[in-house]
């Protein structure tokens, strides 16, 4: 695949948070100087890789905390990735994001009769 074709390339893509126990802790985490730590990493993506061509169109399927707005939200650039690289070279449209806009899909409006 030539990559003029390459809309959105993503390498080793890895994100990962701090979570902490309690509010508090935040601030006994910054007063320790590392020396203990309050908070436990929590790795939402991990050495995802994927392009993704110039005029496809995509869905991100996965359960509740799978890190699909994650990837989303670290192509628009919204937050910055803990390791790898993500490189967009044409301009796109994020449909659904984790910032309220939401889909939803209600069943009552598919018709499954063409289906079996």
């Known amino acids: 695949m030539a990559s003029d074709d390459i809309a959105i390339s993503i390498r080793n893509l890895t994100k990962s948070y701090r979570l902490l126990g309690h509010p508090g802790d935040r601030i006994k985490q910054f007063f320790s100087l590392g020396l203990k730590q309050y908070h436990r990493e929590f ?4 050495d ?3 392009d993704i061509k110039k ?15 994650t990837l989303l939200q670290l192509i628009c650039g919204v937050w910055k990735s803990t390791s790898g690289t993500v490189q967009v070279t044409a301009p796109f449209n994020p449909a659904c ?3 309220g806009w939401e889909i939803s ?3 009552e409006n ?3 009769n063409n289906l079996g």
């Open 55 to 69: 005029g496809e169109i995509i869905g991100i399927i996965g359960r509740n905390g799978s890190g699909k707005s």
């Open 97 to 99: 994001t984790d910032f």
């Open 48 to 50: 995802v890789s994927l």
């Open 110 to 112: 598919y018709n499954f």
């Open 105 to 107: 899909l209600h069943i």
């Open 43 to 46: 790795t939402a993506l991990k």
